[in-house]
């Protein structure tokens, strides 16, 4: 996700993305942990993501 596709979202739709991001976040750690994906690198990626939003919203106050 890039900050251009940010500066489009609402608020509201900046929070309900960010829950979906931590939820994946959490399906992958299980998911790696007993073996079933062998992305790491996918987890590295949704954390930024997560980082550019919090980031994004913090600009925005």
Sequence with gaps: MKMKELENM????LTRQLGVLREQVR??????HSR?????HML???RQD???I??????KK
């Design 10 to 13: 609402t608020p509201n739709e």
């Design 44 to 46: 590295k990626n949704i």
């Design 36 to 40: 079933e994906v062998k992305n790491n």
């Design 54 to 59: 919090l980031t994004f919203i913090g600009k």
């Design 50 to 52: 997560i980082a550019r």
């Design 27 to 32: 399906d992958l750690t299980f998911k790696i």
